[in-house]
């Protein structure tokens, strides 16, 4: 029962100061923040696709269990709080592409990162099989919903 106890005295006071840190962020910081969790991901879909779509890199289970695995704890960490309003201007590491119409438009942003996130979940879960066949499938999901929000989000 103690464990228990500490344990959500421990939870509930790094989430107070996870939620401090946050509203302290600078936009930079959000933007070089969220930047870096997408490149982290793109990096992770580039070995998926090397070794099952395009079959250029011989296939490694324990590997791509670990990329989706990567992808689909990025897209549940949360980074809708990397999206401050006023984010669609400035840098991170490099000058965001974010359209002001992802802030003026939040239901279908939503929409749109629920979509990925299933779609994550869904490939994390696939790569757990080994069936190479459903990973493909389930990659090619994780790309749509990517793209669904890259066309109405993302500046060229």
Same mark, same amino acid.
């Given at each position: 029962?103690?464990?228990?106890? #500490?344990?959500?005295?421990?939870? *509930?006071? &790094?989430? %107070? *100061?996870?939620? =401090? %840190?946050?509203?302290?962020?600078?936009?930079?910081?959000?933007?070089?923040?969220?930047?870096?969790?997408?490149? /982290?991901?793109?990096? @992770?879909?580039?070995?998926?696709?090397?070794? *099952?779509?395009?079959?250029?890199? !011989?296939? @490694?289970?324990?590997?791509?269990?670990?990329?989706?695995?990567?992808?689909?704890? *990025?897209?549940?960490?949360?980074?809708?709080?990397?999206? !401050?309003?006023? %984010?669609?201007?400035?840098?991170? /590491?490099?000058? &965001?592409?974010?359209?002001?119409? /992802?802030?003026?438009?939040? !239901?279908? =942003?939503?929409?749109?990162?629920?979509?990925?996130?299933?779609?994550?979940?869904?490939?994390?879960?696939?790569?757990?099989?080994?069936?190479?066949? #459903?990973?493909?499938? #389930? /990659?090619?999901? =994780?790309?749509? %919903?990517?793209?669904?929000?890259?066309?109405?989000?993302?500046?060229?």
């Amino acid at each position: 029962m103690k464990k228990l106890l #500490a344990g959500a005295v421990l939870g *509930v006071a &790094t989430l %107070s *100061v996870a939620t =401090v %840190s946050l509203a302290q962020m600078k936009t930079e910081d959000a933007i070089k923040f969220r930047q870096a969790g997408y490149a /982290f991901m793109s990096w @992770n879909m580039g070995k998926i696709k090397a070794q *099952v779509v395009d079959g250029a890199v !011989p296939y @490694n289970k324990d590997q791509i269990v670990a990329a989706a695995n990567v992808i689909a704890a *990025v897209a549940n960490s949360g980074m809708g709080a990397l999206y !401050p309003a006023g %984010s669609d201007k400035g840098s991170g /590491f490099h000058e &965001t592409k974010v359209k002001p119409e /992802f802030f003026q438009n939040m !239901p279908e =942003v939503g929409k749109l990162a629920g979509n990925f996130n299933t779609a994550a979940n869904e490939l994390a879960a696939a790569a757990a099989t080994g069936d190479q066949g #459903a990973i493909k499938a #389930a /990659f090619g999901k =994780v790309g749509e %919903s990517c793209k669904a929000c890259h066309d109405q989000f993302r500046a060229k």
